[in-house]
Nanobody, 119 residues
């Protein structure tokens, strides 16, 4: 299984970006699809998650500004980021949890895409 992110870049504060992540390879089913981010000198942190039952979760700091969505047929997960702030600058990683026989199994990560926000 391979995850490939795209859509990062440089944007001014208040601007928008849309991140995309495509899943390649074979897997049984996906339990959840998430976005994490890691700023320089910081630990990787959770940003947003969409579960197999379509429930959605966000970290508090992005609620109302970011929207996670997916297209299961295309094996894609997206993160629409609006009203970006300098503190949103980080490398953003796509993450999935494979489900085997209804049990969460392997975790997979993408290589990351850089988001830079200028003030």
């Amino acid at each position: 299984v391979q995850l490939v992110e795209s859509g990062g870049g440089l944007v001014q504060s208040g601007g928008s970006l849309r991140l995309s992540c495509k899943v390649f390879g074979s897997y049984f089913s996906i339990n959840s699809m998430s976005w994490y981010r890691q700023a320089p000198g910081q630990q990787r942190e959770f940003v947003a998650r969409i579960d197999s039952d379509d429930s959605i979760h966000y970290t508090e700091s992005v609620k109302g500004r970011f929207t996670i969505s997916r297209d299961s047929a295309e094996r894609m997960v997206y993160l629409q980021m609006n009203d970006l702030k300098p503190e949103d600058a980080a490398i953003y990683y796509c993450h999935i949890v494979e489900m085997v026989l209804a049990i969460p199994a392997d975790h997979y990560w993408g290589q990351g895409t850089q988001v830079t926000v200028s003030s």
